[in-house]
């Protein structure tokens, strides 16, 4: 029981109900599971980010214009939706993901060929993905009114209580979860944050691998981009800003070492719904907007800590127990 107690995802989960029980306190309903499903439900996209943005954590990068991905891809299809009406759903998502792909590809190439830091890369597209949904758009809004009836209800139509948008963010942290776990993309992911050096003694390409994770976090944004402006009802530039740095603030959260090399899907999961548990709890029970950025930022602060003191504490263990072995085997020898 220890053990399991130990663990960082128990841990978030413990704390995730303590809050929820605690907010239940002070706004009666807020533990009702049809609230809960809404906190589940409009999380889902801050989760599917926090996937995208742990895959490139865990190669030792960081993608900070997911969001931007984000907004261009959302406005990109919506204005598709809104001028061509007879074009079908599956198109239009299956476009968004292309787009979203693409621009990280963008992002990868220059990692990885011309090697370039990748904060200094994504800080750079992050402006230069918001100037293009501006220049796509000319500024100008695509409302509800616009969007044919289809686009704007499929991820709202209710499956076994909850929204289709819900259902979609389980199946990609399913998916997520068996690629990281079970595939050779993925086993190159950890290996390539936690040692490079290693990874590429063992024959893995890690500015390769590096580039792959740029483009499955940008497919991931391109997707929440229709999402987003599917669940809102509204394209505009400004969509989803921030939502890069609150896609961070999950994965650290949620124990995603940002040296890279470490974290669950787990975690990044957790790591959101802590997020988007407090930002629907601290509205209700009349904490100010400004307050809630100030938690937020302290939250983000005090897991860093505590990342900072695990893989430190951990690195302690490592040389104890080679100095173990190390004095086992001179005691043979003699």
Known sequence: MSRILKRRETLLFVII???????????????DPANLANIFNDTSILIILALAQMTVILTKSIDLSVAANLAFTGM????????????????????????????????GYLVWALEIPPIVVTLGTLTIYRGMAFVLSGGAWVNA???????????RTPLLGLPVLAWIGVAI???MYFVLRYTRFGR?????????????????DVGWTRFLAFVLSGALAGLSGYLWVSRYAVAYVDIANGFELDS???????????AGGVGSVAGAVLGALFLGVIKNA?????????TQMAISGTVIILAVVFNARRERNRGRIIL?????KDTASEGAIA
């Open 17 to 31: 109900v303590v809050m929820i029980a605690g907010f239940a306190t002070r706004a009666s309903g807020f533990a």
């Open 145 to 155: 009114h616009q969007f044919t009836p289809i686009f704007l209800n499929v991820p």
């Open 76 to 107: 990109a299809v919506a204005m598709l939706n809104a001028g061509y009406p007879d074009l079908p759903l599956i198109v239009l998502v299956l476009a968004a993901i292309v787009m979203g792909a693409v621009l990280g590809a963008i992002n």
């Open 188 to 204: 190159s992911t950890y290996a390539s944050g936690g040692n490079p050096v290693a990874a590429v003694y063992a024959g893995i």
């Open 320 to 324: 104890r127990d080679q100095a173990a």
């Open 282 to 290: 601290l509205p209700v029970i009349g904490i100010s907007p400004f």
């Open 173 to 175: 942290v399913l998916m």
């Open 248 to 258: 961070v603030a999950a994965c650290v959260i949620g124990g995603i070492s940002i």
